[in-house]
T-cell receptor, first 114, second 118 residues
Framework: AQTVTQSQPEMSVQEAETVTLSCTYD???????LFWYKQPPSRQMILVIR??????QNATENRFSVNFQKAAKSFSLKISDSQLGDAAMYFC???????????FGQGTTLQVKP | DAGITQSPRHKVTETGTPVTLRCHQT?????MYWYRQDPGHGLRLIHY???????DKGEVSDGYSVSRSKTEDFLLTLESATSSQTSVYFC?????????????????FGPGTRLTVL
């Protein structure tokens, strides 16, 4: 069975600085997807970024980028130029191509200090 | 934003009572999901649906049942609520897939329902 681990329950960053959130996963599958979701205090789950495992190039979305290390089974999220609105809980998720199901990590709460 | 609503948004009930949560979508997406979110566990899949009247279990399905009589509605029922089912429940939808297996298409989430079982 696949597992997703986020080892940092809480992180903090100064506004305008850069922060990296860690995620590792375990799988025997070769074809899968990885996601980062953001959950602000409103509770709404918002997709931040998505990475296909077959792609070597790291995905980027504006200030958000990932460092995908397939051999190491690592999928970290880098947030550049952090803004107050980035404060939220961030979830890493693994998407199985065999079952189509998502497996979520435990989440990392990000605090942004002004 | 994907057109997904959940009702009720908040509910407090007593142990042993039946509870039904509703998810409604306006996107005509094929796949619908119910998750629960608990501290330290992230989101865990309860059940999902791959079409009208077609459902399958997730990793934490015990104590829950689901029904989907129309494409747009997916109901989650707790036949006899227990305190361990106190949680935040999320509905999600996606569209791509083959038969009962959704593709790893992006899932879009509803606003959540906070359920408290006393």
């Amino acid at each position: 069975a696949q597992t997703v681990t986020q080892s940092q329950p809480e992180m903090s960053v100064q506004e305008a600085e850069t922060v990296t959130l860690s995620c590792t996963y375990d799988t025997s599958e070769s074809d899968y997807y990885l996601f980062w979701y953001k959950q602000p205090p409103s509770r709404q789950m918002i997709l931040v970024i998505r990475q296909e495992a077959y792609k070597q190039q790291n995905a980027t979305e504006n200030r958000f980028s990932v460092n995908f290390q397939k051999a190491a089974k690592s999928f970290s999220l880098k947030i550049s130029d952090s803004q107050l609105g980035d404060a939220a809980m961030y979830f890493c998720a693994y998407g199985s191509s065999n079952t189509g199901k998502l497996i979520f990590g435990q989440g990392t709460t990000l605090q942004v200090k002004p | 934003d994907a057109g997904i609503t959940q009702s009720p948004r908040h509910k407090v009930t007593e142990t042993g009572t039946p509870v039904t949560l509703r998810c409604h979508q306006t996107e005509n997406h094929r796949y619908m999901y119910w998750y629960r979110q608990d501290p330290g566990h992230g989101l865990r899949l309860i059940h999902y649906s791959y079409g009208v009247k077609d459902t399958d279990k997730g990793e934490v399905s015990d104590g829950y049942s689901v029904s989907r009589s129309k494409t747009e509605d997916f109901l989650l029922t707790l036949e006899s609520a227990t305190s361990s089912q106190t949680s935040v429940y999320f509905c999600a939808i996606s569209d791509l897939g083959t038969g009962r297996v959704p593709s790893t298409d992006t899932q879009y989430f509803g606003p959540g329902t906070r359920l408290t079982v006393l």
